[in-house]
């Protein structure tokens, strides 16, 4: 189906400045469609499919591409969202590899590239780096394949049927059930129009337990969408218009894009006073329309689920875990990663800077914590950059701070992994939870928690952690799928504090 769901929630994690990509040389245009898109009923950006006929090792190939563009707001900062997304088909619509282009920040992007082999997809990073095969399904619909297949089918209300695709946004085949409903009358364009269209919903299947956005779509006569829509988790609902070229490419105005950083707050009833001193906490937390709530947040040594009803739990965290000694970790925790590029020669140097004469592991992280914290100055256009290259850029949010502190940790031997959650804020409009992310390393047989945004050496118990990751062998945002399953659909109440 067009406008996958899981490109639209894979792309909310990735937040840079992209450039518009051309047709290829050489090509045919055989199709393409042009989206307005808004973001909770704001102009924010479009979204342009395109197929091309293009002659490729001297037969002729199907390109089928899709480029999404939003410009929002983040803390109060602009920004734009991108994500390039495609692949190649042979005329009868057999898939024959797949293409993905992440804005990972300024200047900065990552090139996926795959060839099917039989039962295999063979992945390379920028284009000559190979990396972990996927598995494959031949039985896989190109994107082509995909923007007909209702017209094809000549849907009717009532028809349901689900068809195969590869989401290279994580890197995995999807099944995706369709169902059509009845038509209904709905606004076109804002309310300038309304039309009776027949309603077609999209719901792929759960990734990791965590169910991705379905995506609604509304027909006009040709069976094509003329409206469609997906409840993203923290974006908020997307809606795209079928429109020209000249309508989608018409700037949003300033004063109505929408701050997504704003929008993700948690809002508290109650400050918590010295939140980073705190030693113990205890917490009620409900995440609507979950079946599993205890699923959502990490357990470990210093997290633990103590009850659980319905889709509430109460949540126990401790500023450091229990003593006792836990396992040494896999090598995935200290080798050299893409993201967790520890081999680079400026991380490395960095490490040794900030490690110093420092012998003991746990000293040396902490003081490759403060070096990170003083050193780094927090902007929010970036989007889960590399390590290698936040140390040279030395900009970055959380997620930057994070990376950059476990590859230099990692530089001096020190083992670690990036955790994802929520952390305590007091904000200009009151208390809150807000998403986040930090750092553990391995040391005296223990995981121990470090925040280089904060630089306090160690953190309190208003860290509540959903998920931690190594990044070994990750060239998508996979890891990041936990943090969907909480985003827009969580309240949290604290009932004690120590």
């Keep these: 189906m067009p406008n996958s769901p899981t490109r639209a929630a894979a792309a909310l994690l990735l937040l840079a400045v992209c450039a518009t990509t051309a047709l290829a040389q050489d090509s045919k245009l055989l199709w393409e469609a042009w989206d307005a898109a808004y973001l909770q009923g704001n102009r924010a950006g479009h979204?342009?499919?395109?197929?091309?006929?293009?002659?490729?090792?001297?037969?002729?190939?199907?390109?089928?591409?899709?480029?999404?563009?939003?410009t929002l707001k983040r803390f109060n900062q602009t920004i734009q969202l991108g994500m390039d997304t495609g692949d190649w088909e042979t005329p009868q619509g057999k898939v024959l590899g797949v293409f993905m282009r992440q804005y990972l920040g300024k200047n900065k992007q990552l090139d996926l590239t795959g060839v099917v082999e039989g039962d295999m997809l063979r992945l390379a990073l920028d284009k000559n780096k190979p990396l972990q095969p996927a598995p494959w399904n031949d039985a896989v619909l190109g994107i082509y394949r995909q923007q007909r297949l209702l017209q094809e089918k000549n849907v009717k209300p009532g028809d349901t049927f689900s068809y195969l695709a590869f989401e290279p946004s994580i890197n995995l085949v999807v099944a995706t059930k369709v169902e059509t409903k009845d038509y209904e009358e709905v606004e076109l364009f804002g309310g300038k129009e309304k039309r009776k269209l027949l309603k077609v919903v999209s719901t792929p299947e759960k990734?990791?337990?965590?169910?991705?956005?379905?995506?609604v779509a509304w027909l006009g006569d040709d069976l094509m969408p003329l409206r469609s829509e997906a409840e993203i988790p923290g974006l908020g609902q997307v809606t795209l218009y079928r429109t020209t070229k000249a309508v989608a490419l018409n700037p949003a105005a300033a004063g109505s894009l929408t701050d997504i950083g704003l929008s993700q707050f948690i809002r508290m009833k109650k400050p918590i006073a010295r939140p980073?001193?705190?030693?113990?906490?205890?917490?009620?937390?409900?995440?609507?329309?979950?079946?599993d709530p205890a699923a959502a947040f990490s357990q470990d040594e210093r997290q633990k689920v103590l009850q659980s009803e319905s889709n509430t739990i109460e949540l126990e965290v401790r500023a450091r875990g229990d003593a006792k000694e836990t396992p040494a970790p896999p090598l995935d925790f200290l080798e050299s990663s893409y993201f967790i590029n520890c081999k680079d020669s400026r991380v490395r140097d960095s490490a040794k800077k900030a490690a110093g004469v420092e012998t003991d592991p746990w000293k040396k992280?902490?003081?490759?914590?403060?070096?990170?914290?003083?050193?780094?100055?927090?902007?929010?256009?970036?989007?889960?950059?590399?390590?290698?290259?936040?140390?040279?850029?030395?900009?970055?949010?959380?997620?930057?701070?994070?990376?950059?502190?476990a590859a230099m940790c990692r530089a001096e031997g020190i083992p670690s992994r990036t955790a994802v959650g929520l952390i305590y804020a007091d904000v200009r409009s009151g208390p809150v939870f807000a998403f986040h992310m930090w750092t553990e390393v391995w040391v005296e047989g223990e995981w121990r928690a470090l925040d280089a945004t904060l630089g306090r050496g160690g953190i309190g118990a208003t860290h509540l952690k959903i998920s931690d990751q190594s990044w070994h062998d990750m060239r998508a945002m996979t890891p990041l799928l936990p943090v969907i399953r909480v985003l827009g659909r969580v309240s949290i109440e604290v009932l004690n504090m120590e």
């Excluded at 499919?49 to 999404?68: P, W």
């Excluded at 980073?276 to 079946?291: F, G, L, N, S, W």
């Excluded at 050193?375 to 850029?393: F, I, P, Q, Y």
Aim: aromatic fraction near 6%; glycine fraction near 2%.
């Design 207 to 215: 990734v990791q337990n965590v169910q991705l956005p379905p995506l």
């Design 365 to 405: 992280a902490q003081r490759i914590e403060k070096w990170v914290n003083v050193n780094m100055k927090v902007v929010s256009h970036e989007a889960l950059a590399t390590a290698d290259h936040v140390a040279r850029t030395l900009t970055g949010d959380c997620t930057e701070f994070a990376m950059l502190t």
């Design 276 to 291: 980073y001193d705190t030693k113990r906490a205890r917490y009620r937390i409900t995440i609507r329309d979950e079946q």
């Design 47 to 70: 979204v342009h499919t395109f197929v091309e006929e293009v002659k490729r090792d001297g037969n002729m190939q199907i390109r089928a591409s899709i480029e999404l563009r939003l």
